[in-house]
């Protein structure tokens, strides 16, 4: 008899979770099967020299609250060491373009089928509302889709 009274309230609670999920995207990974899925609402500008916490390296490479995150479904030129002057250009626009795209509002950071890449970097797709951040660069010629391997700029 008590497990039949026990039952409900468990149905009951599971149903009311279902439709008010917790705010931490680990306890509400318990309840679906949706990958998980981080939000943030920062504020960014290129990283300096000085110490980088919440910044913008190049067009595939951000610090986010400390942690150093390559940008897994796109390439971009570089702007360490460009190959040419052409790839400096690109590499310095694509820069200051993520950084447009990533103060326009709250984007999410989601998860790839590895968690870092061989340098360290958490390996995330970053995302607004479904739709990839990186793909607007990719369609804008200042990104390529990853593959695998870079491409040349030059």
């Not at 110490?51 to 390296?57: A, H, K, M, S």
Request: proline share 5%; with cysteine; hydrophobic share 40%.
């Amino acid at each position: 008899m008590a497990l039949l009274l026990v039952s409900p309230v468990i149905g009951i609670g599971a149903a009311w979770l279902w439709n008010n999920p917790p705010a931490s995207p680990i306890s509400f990974a318990l309840f679906t099967s949706e990958p998980i899925v981080e939000q943030y609402d920062v504020t960014f500008s290129e990283c300096g020299s000085g110490g980088r916490v919440t910044c913008v390296i190049d067009g595939d490479t951000i610090w986010l609250n400390g942690e150093k995150i390559r940008i897994a479904d796109i390439n971009t030129p570089e702007v360490s060491e460009p190959q040419c002057a052409q790839e400096a250009q690109l590499g310095a626009q694509a820069t200051q373009r993520l950084i447009g795209l990533l103060n326009e509002g709250g984007f999410s950071l989601e998860a790839v089928d590895r968690d870092e890449d061989a340098y360290g970097r958490k390996l995330r797709v970053i995302t607004r509302d479904g739709d990839s951040v990186g793909q607007r660069l990719v369609e804008e010629e200042l990104a390529e889709t990853w593959t695998g391997r870079r491409g040349s700029w030059c």
